[in-house]
């Protein structure tokens, strides 16, 4: 089976802190993803990567960066946190192709809380 | 610009009836692929059902179908004999080729009651 883990299920930190965000997907899977979950807006989508060193804005890239160092592991940044950021945040990994078995597989999210 | 749109926060529907959620999009990639998850209060997202741009037949997974109107950019999901466990927000996402950008709608709670 598929896995993807995040590293923390629950966080809490201070504004302006340096946050890291961990996940890590077992599959070979070239393309990763990062989405934050509010209630009414859905999963919008921050960053993402579809290989090593590579990555691409999502659409709400604002005040966070990512680092795709080896093809396992995705991390997202938050360089300063701020009370805005707190959200639910959820990782992804699919294959970079198209057709059938490339659906994102996610992890168990990771609940931010700044204060 | 890539967008889903699911107009529907929320939806009602008897046990063993069957239920619609409603999905448009908007792309201007021809090569595309669509994707419906389901997520239950304990937050996992469940895979339910995928359809590609070029396939000529809608996909069925179950009881889960996908109702594809191409012209019509919208790719509704259609849940038959709805069970008390399908109670769980919904959300149709889209991938374009040319990108692999993965995007998703705001979503729709179903409730399903005795």
């Known amino acids: 089976d598929v896995k993807v883990t995040q590293s923390s299920r629950y966080l809490v930190k201070r504004t302006g802190e340096k946050v890291f965000l961990e996940c890590v997907q077992d599959?070979?899977?070239?393309?990763m993803f990062w989405y934050r979950q509010d209630p009414g807006l859905g999963l919008r989508l921050i960053y993402f990567?579809?290989?090593?060193?590579?990555?691409e804005k999502g659409d709400i890239p604002e005040g966070y960066s990512v680092s795709r160092e080896k093809k396992e592991r995705f991390s997202l940044i938050l360089e300063s946190a701020s009370t805005n950021q707190t959200s639910m945040y959820l990782c992804?990994?699919?294959?970079?192709?198209?057709?059938?078995?490339?659906?994102?597989?996610f992890g168990q999210g990771t609940r931010l809380t700044v204060v | 610009a890539q967008k889903i749109t699911q107009t529907q926060p929320g939806m009602f529907v008897q046990e063993k009836e069957a239920v619609t959620l409603d999905c448009t999009y908007d792309?201007?990639?021809?090569?595309?692929?669509l994707f419906w998850y389901k997520q239950p209060s304990s937050g996992e997202m469940i895979f339910l059902i995928y359809q590609g741009s070029y396939d000529q037949q809608n996909a069925t997974e179950g009881r889960y179908s996908l109702n594809f109107q191409k012209a019509r950019k919208s790719a509704n999901l259609v849940i038959s004999a709805s069970q008390l466990g399908d109670s769980a927000m919904y959300f149709c996402?889209?991938?374009?080729?040319?990108?692999?950008?993965?995007?998703f709608g705001t979503g729709t709670r179903l409730q399903v009651f005795p």
């Open positions: 992804a990994s699919s294959l970079g192709r198209e057709g059938r078995g490339t659906e994102a597989f």
């Open positions: 990567s579809y290989d090593v060193k590579m990555k």
């Open positions: 792309t201007s990639d021809p090569s595309y692929g």
């Open positions: 599959m070979d899977h070239e393309n």
């Open positions: 996402a889209m991938r374009e080729r040319n990108t692999d950008k993965l995007i």
